[in-house]
């Protein structure tokens, strides 16, 4: 059976994928950072469902709690054979001459360092070069990497640039060893992310320039990540999905 881990998987886009991929038959680990009754209510709601899940609390941007998070997936399940690195941050809306270089590292550590960090430990499992069986990553980007969110989080965006860079490299280093690597890049999606940049009503207020003229699902965004995940994107590397209604 495969073993799922999904970073911020307690709410928005991460709890929709937990979900979907544990009705599929995946066991899922459902990392989040702060909130243990949010994650703790994913994994009883999958358990009840009849799945198999656990909720492990760690901030991706801390090295070590990243590896003890995997060492003890490996001793609870074994590897890791699916990776969604989905748990990213951004800030109060602000224009760059105006951000601080606390708040540009705080952005980048969690949105860039964390996703290399899962990376590296997944790999080291999944390879085929270290032994393992193989694997799938998907790098939950955005299409703030193409856009750039002017005049709202330009850090942000940039941290999703890079995610986008790590996806085709990582892709490439690692196509021979069993292990695909593939990216989606939500656009304007229902979730609580958009209050923490100050605006919770953001998508509402966005949708109008959509060209399918509506914000995004976190469950529209899960199938897309549930299908790179699969068997049925068996030939499917270093490629992206976009959901953003068009824009
Ligand atoms: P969200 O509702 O704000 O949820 C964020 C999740 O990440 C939570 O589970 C949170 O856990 C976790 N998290 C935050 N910092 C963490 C850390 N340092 N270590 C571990 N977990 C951490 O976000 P979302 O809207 O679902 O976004 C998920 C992903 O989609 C992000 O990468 C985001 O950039 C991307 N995205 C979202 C949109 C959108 O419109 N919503 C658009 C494009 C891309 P706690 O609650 O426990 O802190």
Not at 5 to 13: C, H, M, Q, Y
Not at 124 to 132: F, I, V
Not at 195 to 209: F, H, I, Q, T, W
Request: proline share 3%.
């Amino acid at each position: 059976m495969s073993i799922a881990l999904i970073t911020g998987g307690s709410r928005g886009i991460g709890k929709a994928t937990a979900l979907l991929l544990a009705q599929q038959g995946l066991r899922v680990v459902v990392n989040y950072h702060r909130d243990r009754q949010a994650a703790q209510e994913v994994v009883e709601e999958i358990t009840r469902a009849g799945g198999e899940a656990l909720a492990w609390q760690a901030d991706v941007s801390d090295e070590q709690q990243v590896v003890t998070m995997f060492t003890a997936i490996d001793e609870a399940w074994g590897p890791v054979n699916v990776l969604v690195n989905n748990a990213g941050i951004l800030a109060t809306q602000c224009r760059v001459e105006y951000l601080t270089a606390e708040r540009i590292n705080r952005v980048l550590s969690t949105n860039v360092t964390g996703y290399f960090l899962c990376c590296r430990e997944a790999v080291k499992r999944m390879s085929t070069e270290h032994g393992g069986s193989g694997g799938a990553i998907v790098n939950v980007s955005s299409v703030a990497a193409r856009l750039g969110s002017p005049g709202e989080y330009v850090d942000y965006a940039a941290s999703k640039g890079a995610v986008d860079t790590l996806t085709i490299g990582l892709s490439l280093e690692v196509a021979a060893q069993g292990i695909r690597v593939n990216g989606v890049r939500p656009g304007f999606i229902y979730t609580e992310m958009h209050a923490s940049g100050g605006e919770p009503g953001r998508v509402d207020r966005v949708a109008p320039a959509i060209p399918m003229r509506r914000g995004g699902q976190p469950e529209e965004v899960a199938q897309a990540i549930a299908w790179l995940v699969s068997d049925s994107a068996s030939y499917v590397t270093g490629s992206f999905i976009d959901l953003a209604g068009g824009k």
